[in-house]
């Protein structure tokens, strides 16, 4: 259908056919990967289908990123105890995704400042600055911790306030 086709039959057949694709794709997906950087790229591809799969495509780039920075801090940090699987949840929300890294350690990532001539440092900086301070840490039933976020689409000048850094262990769940 386009703009100025006069038919909004054909408007709401496209509307049901979406929601009916949305209804019958699940709304919550698990997977568990090894800990090595290759995950990193695989998992940001299975979160690009589910994405395309919920209606929220427009989210790809900046869920991707924000995977991303999460999975490479448990590739790179959570290594301990030898053996275990890195896990991530992705859970479709109304307006956006919901992203989750479990993994063994029970070191918890912080956000930091890096100096400008450091080559890391700056991840959860970006994951705080995409998700308007909707992230955090919490811990899990099993060994380790999860490190969450949420990522949404607002709308244009309409921010909701971001969530405070001693409130987020708390939003975990």
Do not use: Y
């Amino acid at each position: 259908m386009t703009e100025s086709d006069p038919n909004p039959s054909a408007c709401t057949e496209s509307v049901v056919t979406s929601a009916a694709i949305a209804r019958e794709h699940p709304t919550v997906v698990v997977k568990s990967w090894p800990p090595t950087p290759r995950s990193v790229g695989r998992a940001r591809h299975l979160l690009a289908g589910n994405l395309d799969a919920w209606g929220l495509s427009h989210l790809a780039d900046s869920a991707q990123l924000i995977l991303s920075e999460l999975i490479t801090n448990s590739v790179r940090h959570a290594r301990r105890p030898h053996g275990r699987l890195i896990s991530t949840r992705f859970e479709r929300l109304e307006h956006g995704v919901r992203i989750e890294v479990h993994d063994a350690s029970e070191a918890e990532p912080e956000r930091r400042e890096a100096s400008w001539d450091e080559e890391s440092g700056r991840g959860l900086s970006l994951v705080d600055a995409l998700t308007e301070g909707r992230w955090g840490v919490a811990d899990r039933e099993d060994v380790g911790k999860m490190v969450w976020a949420v990522c949404v689409a607002w709308e244009p000048g309409v921010l909701p306030a971001p969530v405070g850094l001693d409130s987020r262990r708390a939003l975990s769940r």
